[in-house]
């Protein structure tokens, strides 16, 4: 069975960067689909992005260019690169495996989660 760990959270002054990581163990991912997703206190899991087993990537609309979803099959490593952080970029981010429905844009297409990462950014 796989295993999510997300690493690379912290705090963040507005306009700086993180690189979130999400490793997996217990079983290669080279074959699935992989998303980041965000949730804020008091607010519904927000889709970030998601990416393909051959690198194709897709964001949601809000995101505006400034985040980029990449990963390293021979890692089993996903990553999220933030750039031009806002304070509502501030939530727990989390990776998530694809369970290979074809449905990628909401929580219900992923089997398997990791525990979250925090990313605070402040003004």
């Known amino acids: 069975q796989v295993q999510l760990v997300e690493s690379g959270g912290g705090l963040v002054q507005a306009g700086g960067s993180l690189k979130l990581s999400c490793a997996a163990s217990g079983r290669t991912f080279s074959r699935d689909p992989m998303g980041w997703f965000r949730q804020a206190p008091g607010k519904e899991r927000q889709f970030v992005g998601w990416?393909?087993?051959?690198?194709?990537?897709y964001y949601a609309d809000s995101m505006k260019g400034r985040f980029t979803i990449s990963r390293d099959n021979a890692k089993n490593t996903v990553y999220l690169q933030m750039s031009s952080l806002k304070p509502e970029d501030t939530a727990v981010y989390f990776c998530?495996?694809?369970?290979?429905?074809?449905?990628?844009?909401?929580?219900?297409?992923?089997?398997?989660w990791g525990q979250g990462t925090q990313v605070t950014v402040s003004s």
């Open positions: 990416i393909t087993n051959h690198g194709g990537t």
């Open positions: 998530a495996r694809g369970d290979n429905s074809g449905s990628y844009f909401a929580p219900t297409g992923y089997d398997v």
